[in-house]
């Protein structure tokens, strides 16, 4: 088993505050020691680290056949979920991804979105044939999960975009929820268009692939939310670096289910035009708007505390990001599964 020992003046595993002099033991693929170096093993052959060490990212919504994950990998995102593909395609890269040596990151994924007949993302230009499942009656929209199941999917998603096209039953929207949960896989959803959330709601969908961007949810509603399911950011998408309507309505929703203490986590729909590989800054900023703090802000970004038995998954940045969210954007070091990537 290959050992691995970094050493920087500064870090974080995750947890508590900043810790100075830090020292990271990776044994193979998982963490053996993170924490004060004075505290941890021998550490005479470490590599010194010009840098603040800390738990590597993971973008929660990404369509990778529409990126490089090399880039991605070099930019500090250690593992993706690709949120809607071809079968055919994505799986075995999800696959080929589990070894150490493939230049990019781990990846998981839902395979293709569960729609109805003609519905997003059916006919997208960006979307190949296949990325969309249709579903026919209550009975097809189960044995579609138990399929996407077998394949390996990670979660499954259904699309309830009712602006671009027709959306699956509300019959179908629970044999999908229902037959996911016996085979332990949370559902995620692509809604847009009024009274959609209600229908994921109801349903009992676990995740929302994007903040709700459509309408100014009522306060009821986030509160049920905040108990029920988790949402995805993906802000950015919405503006492009600039003042939206939708970004605007969505700050307001995810401001308020993030005072209902509801859950929040890092994505950004890569492969959906300008959103660069990597850890993306301006994501990362309209968090810190929804009023999250620095260190919850982090803690959304990464994919695990660096604790013993994680994912040996650790970047380390130029500057310390507990002062200036920007360092994050100023990669100097990747590891992924105990092995130094970039």
Known sequence: MTRLSIRASAGWVGVRGRI???LVVCDGGTIAYAGPANHGPDHGGATMVDGFLMPAAADRHVHIGLADPGAVLRGGVTAVRDL???ADAIFP?????EVPTFDGPLIRAVGP??????????????????TARALAGPEDAASAVTELHAMGAAAIKVSLHA???PTPTDAELTAICDAAREVDLPVTAHLQGHGQVDRALGAGVDELAHAPSTERLPDDTIRMMARRLRIVSTLDILARGRSTPALEIALDNLRRFHLAGGTIVYGTDLGNGSVPPGIHGREL???RDVGLTLKKT?????RAPLELGAPADLIAVSGDPFDDLAALERVRL???AGRIVA
């Open 20 to 22: 100075d002099d830090m």
């Open 84 to 86: 809607g593909w071809p």
């Open 93 to 97: 890269l999800a696959d080929l991804s």
């Open 113 to 130: 979105m569960l729609t109805a007949a003609g519905g997003y993302p059916s006919g997208e230009s960006w979307a190949p044939d296949g």
């Open 163 to 165: 602006e671009a096209g």
């Open 285 to 287: 900023r309209l968090l």
């Open 298 to 302: 982090l803690g959304a970004l990464i």
């Open 334 to 336: 990747v590891v992924r």
